[in-house]
């Protein structure tokens, strides 16, 4: 590497080269003695390199190739910084442990054991010794960081001036001689090669001892090429029409397609190594043999693409969703779009830029740029008529991947300006930046092509595994997969888009790094061990709170209630010793986060107080144990069963068997009634009116039998019938029991006013009904013709109170007084 920086450094500066190797040469035994001595970075070799680094961004001539030398020795040394950073913070944090266990310092005036005296003297000592590499490396450690983004900047900033530097312009016809002249000598070029390897015997020779392995390859991959991609689209057709094959038939036909790239791929080996074998070759001709299989590929793939994502046939399982003519059209432009990517591929052995003027370079890829665009400005157009595919479940029709369709419409549309963009800046002389946009928005096309064939991919496996296909796009596992897919592909669009590599490792070695919280660094190994140990302490509690729900507290003699409490006691204790264990075994120290975490918990705890009363409201439900699951309450104006007690709130079934969700504060803080916490037994109270005239005596002896005779009422103590008064419109009685039962109070209730009804039919008891007098003082004006006065309504046999029609009794009918108001009325 040394050698290397020398010989680059010397095309632009020989002193500067000679004094650069001298110096490295001289630091080298010292470099390998300090290693001998000692593993931590030697710091003589790294201020010599960063001094050669910042003379060499100061000197505007250095080449890209000594930047990126430079950029990866520096790079190795910060890592070595990075590593004796974490080194000496263990250290350091255990002799700080050390020190914290001897106890504070004494005040003036107080004696201390010498031995402990002593013992905090030498571990100051070892600490301060310890202190002085960490600083050393941290200093280092930022002064690397900042060479490797200054030279980041300079290498990005000769790259746009690259991008947009203005050349000849290849509508000027003075210009199109120039291309000719490039075009027609690389063909003279080929002749030449070829010429010549024939006039020299031993190639020929050599070709005619190997004419007919030649020509073998030749016709095979003819037959390959010409015949075989056909064969194994019809094959992968077929399959996917088959009726035999029913689950798992896409998945099947995906894989079945491949072959129509293997095929294409040795077909196109087998015709480069034919090429060679002929040995009528030379450096041009074995370049364009080299090339000849990614161009090929360029086209294959982009055919294969095509038939992936506008297939033949009708399907709904493509994600995008267009008619016949238009996927054909699609296949068409795509298959365009992948020649041209190849004719491009060819272009640099071809034609041998680097040796041709820039007006020959300008006329001779402006077609490429101006061909590729108008294909790319079609296929645009064409993806651009996607239309939303519409689902119907249960009777409502929706829109399904509003966020897919509004992608693909905004995608096309900036394809499409950036079709119309790069002829123009080709065509003003900007022939890189022309080239930077038509050529890398094809590769993005066919990247977003592959992440949506393995996304349908995915979902038809999981399509496979769970049996239904209707719903398997909408389930989780294809959208996570999709996220994941989409986040894999940033990575190569940014190379595809002029990122170097560099760049991304950079990104890779910041995120590595971590970040720095308080005394503790974060890495996301220390994230992914925290996972992984927190996912094995979770299994454990829950499969530990399965065993104690289902084979250990069902033997007990515990309440349900109870062994509710403690299953979810033991989840609250196995989750905190999962997450404590975690943060342990990942190497994170809690106690370096305190001052953070005690910043955050005071802004938090105002968010959050209401969440965290809920929760400690949780705890107290499930140790007191106040209310519990099956229990009917009442809850201010909500009325029901608990069916679940969670640690922020309780759900409550109610009797019209809707589920309301109670916070748990307003359990422990507000008013609740638990007409079942200490027994089911409850009173049930039946109102009945009957006509004034009856017997009291009687009517009470009756209603006594009926509720003596149900079978959920209690004996002792014994239900009683109570004369509770004289209403408006009945005398008034009330039945009240006690049930062994209360949660089948409204179904006893039912069942008295049933067997009161049929009783006093038997006895001839009235039950009253509310009467009104009405009269009309003009009914003429009604009919507008004379009326008969309405004859007065029959007086009952005994005086009765005014009646009152919102007097409400248990053996009245709404429904009948009605009736019998409106007859009375007529």
């Known amino acids: 590497m040394l050698a290397f920086v020398a010989h680059q450094l010397h095309r632009f500066s020989a002193a500067a080269a000679a004094l650069a190797l001298l110096a490295m040469l001289a630091l080298a035994p010292v470099a390998q003695a300090q290693t001998a001595e000692s593993t931590g970075p030697n710091y003589t070799v790294w201020n010599a390199l960063a001094a050669l680094a910042e003379d060499t961004l100061d000197n505007q001539g250095t080449t890209e190739e000594?930047?990126?030398?430079?950029?990866?020795?520096?790079?190795s040394m910060r890592s070595e910084f990075l590593s004796a950073q974490a080194?000496?913070?263990?250290?350091?944090?255990?002799?700080?442990?050390?020190?914290a266990a001897l106890g504070p310092v004494p005040e003036e005036g107080v004696a201390e054991a010498v031995e402990i005296t002593e013992r905090r003297t030498e571990l100051n000592r070892l600490l301060a010794e310890r202190e002085a590499p960490l600083l050393a490396a941290d200093e280092a450690f930022t002064r690397a960081d900042s060479i490797i983004r200054a030279i980041d900047r300079e290498l990005r900033s000769r790259q746009a001036d690259a991008l947009m530097q203005l050349g000849p312009t290849p509508l000027n016809p003075a210009n199109w001689l120039d291309g000719l002249d490039a075009l027609v000598s690389s063909a003279l070029t080929l002749h030449g090669e070829a010429y010549n390897a024939w006039l020299d015997p031993a190639y020929y020779e050599e070709m005619?001892?190997?004419?007919?392995?030649?020509?073998?390859?030749?016709?095979?991959?003819?037959?390959?090429?010409?015949?075989?991609?056909?064969?194994?689209?019809?094959?992968?057709?077929?399959?996917?029409?088959?009726?035999?094959?029913?689950?798992?038939?896409?998945?099947?036909?995906?894989?079945?397609?491949?072959?129509?790239?293997?095929?294409?791929?040795?077909?196109?080996?087998?015709?480069s190594t034919a090429i060679v074998l002929t040995r009528m070759t030379g450096p041009t001709i074995e370049a364009i043999a080299q090339a000849l299989v990614p161009a090929g590929m360029a086209m294959f793939i982009a055919r294969w693409l095509s038939l992936q994502l506008f297939p033949i046939y009708e399907s709904t399982r493509v994600s995008l969703n267009l008619s016949g003519d238009d996927r054909r059209r699609a296949r068409a432009q795509s298959f365009i779009l992948g020649l041209l990517f190849g004719l491009d591929i060819l272009y640099d052995p071809f034609i041998a830029p680097e040796t041709q003027p820039p007006t020959a370079q300008s006329v001779l890829i402006f077609p490429l740029i101006v061909l590729a665009a108008l294909a790319l400005f079609r296929l645009a157009r064409i993806v651009g008529r996607h239309q939303t595919r519409s689902t119907t479940r249960d009777g409502v029709t929706t829109d399904t991947a509003s966020f897919f369709d509004r992608s693909v419409r905004g995608g096309s549309k900036v394809i499409m300006v950036l079709s119309l963009i790069a002829p123009l800046l080709g065509a003003a002389g900007y022939m890189a930046a022309a080239q930077h946009i038509v050529f890398p928005a094809i590769a993005s096309l066919a990247l977003f092509a592959v992440v949506m064939v393995l996304h349908r991919l995915i979902t038809s496996i999981y399509a496979t595994i769970?049996?239904?296909?209707?719903?398997?796009?909408?389930?989780?596992?294809?959208?996570l997969a999709g996220l994941a897919l989409s986040l894999m592909a940033l990575a190569p669009l940014a190379l595809i888009w002029g990122a170097r590599e560099t760049d991304l490792w950079e990104i890779w070695s910041r995120f590595s790094e971590g970040v720095s919280l308080g005394e503790t660094r974060i890495s996301p190994t220390n994230i992914l061990t925290f996972f992984v140990a927190f996912g094995i302490g979770y299994v454990i509690t829950r499969a530990l709170q399965g065993a104690l729900g289902s084979s250990v507290l069902p033997k007990t003699s515990m309440e349900k209630g109870a062994q509710k409490a403690v299953i979810s006691g033991v989840g609250y204790i196995g989750i905190t010793a999962a997450a404590l264990a975690a943060f342990s075994w990942a190497g994170i120290d809690l106690s370096g986060l305190a001052i953070v975490a005690g910043a955050l918990s005071v802004g938090l705890g105002f968010g959050l107080q209401n969440i965290v009363s809920n929760f400690v409201s949780g705890i107290i439900l499930l140790i007191e144990r106040p209310v519990s699951e099956g229990d009917w309450v009442e809850v201010g104006t909500t009325s029901g069963t608990i069916e679940r007690i969670s640690v922020r709130s309780t759900v409550i079934q109610t009797f019209d068997r809707s589920k309301v969700i109670v916070p748990n504060a307003d359990l422990i803080t507000g008013s609740v009634t638990n007409y079942t916490k200490s027994s089911k037994t409850g009173r049930v109270i039946v109102p009945v009116g009957v006509a004034y005239g009856s017997d009291t005596r009687r009517i009470a002896q009756i209603l006594q039998d009926i509720a003596e005779s149900e079978p959920l009422v209690v004996i002792d103590p014994k239900p009683t019938v109570l004369f509770r008064g004289f209403g408006a419109d009945s005398l008034n009685f009330?039945?009240?029991?006690?049930?062994?039962?209360?949660n089948y109070s409204m179904s006893v209730a039912s069942e008295m006013n049933h067997k009161i009804a049929a009783r006093f039919t038997e006895e001839g008891i009235e039950i009253p009904f509310a009467q009104r007098d009405i009269w009309l003082r003009n009914p003429e004006a009604l009919t507008q013709q004379p009326q008969q006065p309405a004859p007065a309504p029959e007086k009952p046999a005994l005086p009765q109170p005014k009646p009152d029609r919102d007097t409400d009794t248990a053996s009245e009918s709404p429904d009948q007084t009605d009736d019998d108001f409106r007859e009375s009325t007529r």
């Open 734 to 742: 009330e039945i009240r029991a006690i049930l062994r039962d209360v």
């Open 208 to 271: 005619i001892t190997d004419l007919p392995i030649t020509l073998g390859a030749l016709a095979l991959a003819a037959l390959l090429l010409l015949r075989g991609r056909r064969w194994m689209e019809q094959l992968t057709l077929r399959l996917l029409q088959s009726t035999k094959i029913l689950r798992g038939r896409s998945v099947a036909a995906f894989f079945v397609s491949l072959s129509q790239l293997l095929v294409p791929f040795v077909g196109l080996l087998l015709l």
């Open 66 to 75: 000594v930047l990126n030398a430079i950029r990866a020795e520096v790079v």
């Open 87 to 99: 080194a000496q913070r263990d250290r350091i944090a255990g002799l700080r442990e050390q020190i």
């Open 466 to 479: 769970v049996g239904d296909e209707d719903r398997a796009a909408d389930g989780l596992v294809p959208a």
